[in-house]
């Protein structure tokens, strides 16, 4: 997500945001900026690409300024722009926001009636209006912060000047991190450690609904209807490479455990309880343009094809729409039947994988319609496509997809009540049932990762393996395929994913006490059927680990080893699923001395054929 710093003190304050910003650049951003209060005037500075463009822009300005707020921009609401990086300004008011505000454009309607004009497609601008109308109703800064809030639904962390008071910087969370530093004659305001770690490690760390006023003896924190609350001073003992990745070892395990939120942003502003409809408008379809679909086809790489897998069985059985998925580098070299009935849906986290931008291309050349599921806003496939599901994920810095992941199988779930909800096959009742279920995916992953001890004794156990199976049948096929995928590619350890009911037709020749199996066996209609190719695997030998749902006992006397999962939707489970085999793969590649976060041959995004 983007990164936040703010000083006030006695010392100059836009080298401090500069520094604080380079260190939060490892997390990937597409524009930066930075306001400061100088003459008693405020200034901004903005620039779309890397900080050197920033620096670039401040010099041979010769600021001397005490009091400053910086932003480096990964985008959520509108493309990477200079209009649209922070900090936005209204008025005499900056602000610099992380988070999305989910009532964003109902509010934008409302303030756009009185008059306000926008100057940016961001959700962030509508803060920085409600705070201003706020102070040209008579309040100081921190009321009009407190009282803008209170008008705002979703997730922030924000960092507020106003020109007027010079002499304070304030702050506020919710949902989202923000931590005050504090040091001689100073006072720190940022998203993430690194940021201020060369400056102090005294720092105190806010929660949700609190609000920060900084000043250069200290801060005061209060609670949203203004009571004063007292906050422990902590010490920070990271260094600076620990503190980039939160405390986690490694980007990809503190990816892992951000699962939970990165799946609540991907949901956060889409979802109408009583109604039991989805907000989707963004892939860019009118109802009668759904209503005449004859097919889908949804196309990806790697493991965002993995998630494509899924998406079919959540499509067909929602939507009733026929669904075929594809491998981007197969689909255009096949000559696809594509019509003007026909939808590509493309599946790229990065947003610029070669091979899938060639099928969005592809489809469009056929006049087919075509929309992408992509993390990255603005990139080529969310710019190529007629329309654009973004999860929200943040940006995923290990090699190895996991967070992108889960959060395009959840996407995908959102768009299958969608469709369904406009085709008439998902009733108001059912569309109410499947939202209810999906609010509560969060903290079902939330008590998965609380078991990762015991994954990591189940890798310490099987990490001398050379070869592996994975199996799973029906919409957990697809899981069996990711986890064998993430085994390979951060442990270099042969992995292969099969639908379960395939093993007899060929693999089940390699089965040995040398191949264990990882069998995904949770209660679902094919549940008999999978234990069935469990008791194969064990008439040859075979090692099985069995992930299965809590209070399945009668599975623990048939497997080596049981992995419990919460009794769940089997549309959802393949969620589930992904957790403990992503921390399986994570542990066995620790254990064999791998370099996870960056294996060896892999890109991050593959931008050639
Ligand atoms: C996943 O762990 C891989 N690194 C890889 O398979 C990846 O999913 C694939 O290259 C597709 O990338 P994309 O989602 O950015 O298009």
Redesign the pocket.
């Given at each position: 997500m983007c990164g936040i710093i703010g000083y006030i003190g006695n010392q100059n304050v836009v080298p401090i945001l500069i520094d604080g910003l380079k260190r939060l650049e490892y997390r990937g951003y597409d524009s930066a900026g930075v306001a400061f209060i100088q003459d008693n005037k405020i200034e901004v500075r903005r620039c779309v690409g890397k900080l050197k463009n920033l620096e670039m822009a401040l010099s041979g300005e010769k600021s001397f300024s005490t009091i400053g707020i910086g932003h480096t921009r990964w985008a959520t609401h509108g493309r990477p722009s200079e209009e649209n990086a922070h900090p936005h300004r209204v008025d005499n008011i900056v602000v610099v926001h992380n988070g999305i505000i989910e009532n964003y454009s109902q509010l934008k309607k409302e303030l756009a009636s009185e008059g306000r004009r926008f100057a940016s497609e961001t959700d962030t601008e509508v803060i920085a209006h409600l705070i201003d109308r706020q102070v040209k109703r008579g309040l100081s800064l921190v009321e009009a912060v407190q009282e803008a809030l209170k008008e705002v639904k979703g997730a922030y962390a924000i960092a507020v000047l106003r020109q007027e008071e010079p002499e304070i910087l304030v702050g506020a969370r919710n949902g989202c991190p923000l931590v005050a530093g504090l040091c001689q004659g100073g006072a720190f305001l940022a998203s993430d450690i690194p940021a201020i770690l060369n400056y102090t490690r005294d720092v105190v760390f806010l929660d949700d609904k609190e609000i920060i006023t900084l000043t250069p003896e200290g801060i005061r924190i209060m609670d949203i209807e203004g009571s004063p609350i007292e906050k422990e001073l902590s010490k920070v003992i990271w260094n600076p490479v620990m503190a980039e990745k939160g405390g986690y070892r490694h980007f990809m395990l503190k990816e892992i455990y951000e699962q939970p939120r990165a799946i609540m942003d991907t949901i956060r502003g889409r979802l109408s309880h009583d109604t039991g409809n989805v907000y989707l408008d963004e892939i860019g379809l009118s109802a009668d343009d759904i209503k005449g679909l004859k097919n889908i086809f949804i196309v990806?790489?790697?493991?965002?094809?993995h998630a494509a897998l899924a998406g079919k069985f959540m499509i067909e059985e929602m939507a009733r729409i026929p669904v075929e998925v594809d491998v981007a580098s197969e689909f255009r070299y096949r000559d696809p039947i594509i019509d003007e009935g026909s939808l590509l849906i493309a599946?790229?986290?990065?947003?610029?994988?070669a091979d899938?931008l060639a099928a969005i291309r592809e489809a469009k050349r056929k006049k087919g319609k075509a929309f992408s599921i992509c993390n990255v806003v603005g990139s080529t496939a969310a710019r190529e496509s007629d329309g654009v599901i973004y999860t929200h994920a943040g940006p995923e810095i290990g090699?190895?997809?996991?967070k992108?992941?889960t959060s395009q199988l959840v996407a995908l779930y959102l768009l299958a009540i969608y469709l369904g909800r406009v085709k008439g096959v998902v009733s108001q009742g059912a569309g109410k049932r499947h939202l209810e279920v999906l609010s509560q995916l969060p903290h079902l992953i939330e008590k998965v990762l609380e078991k990762n001890e015991k994954i990591e004794e189940m890798a310490r156990l099987y990490s001398h393996y050379k070869d592996f199976l994975y199996l799973g049948r029906g919409p957990n096929y697809p899981i069996a395929l990711e986890g064998a995928?993430?085994l390979k590619?951060i442990s270099y350890i042969h992995a292969e994913g099969y639908p379960a009911g395939e093993m007899k037709h060929g693999p089940i020749a390699l089965i040995d006490d040398q191949m264990p199996s990882v069998v995904l066996i949770t209660k679902n209609s094919v549940y008999d059927k999978v234990l069935s190719n469990i008791m194969e695997v064990k008439a040859r030998s075979g090692k099985v680990i069995a992930l299965a749902t809590e209070g399945d006992q009668d599975i623990a006397g048939r497997v080596d080893h049981v992995f419990y999962l919460p009794e769940f939707d089997p549309l959802l489970t393949p969620v589930l699923l992904a957790i403990p085999l992503q921390l399986f793969a994570y542990h066995i590649a620790i254990i064999r001395g791998c370099d996870v976060d960056q294996p060896r041959n892999?890109a991050?995004?593959?931008t050639v054929e």
């Open positions: 990806a790489c790697g493991t965002s094809w599946i790229t986290q990065s947003g610029e994988t899938t090699v190895a997809a996991t992108t992941f995928l993430k590619e892999l991050k995004s593959v």
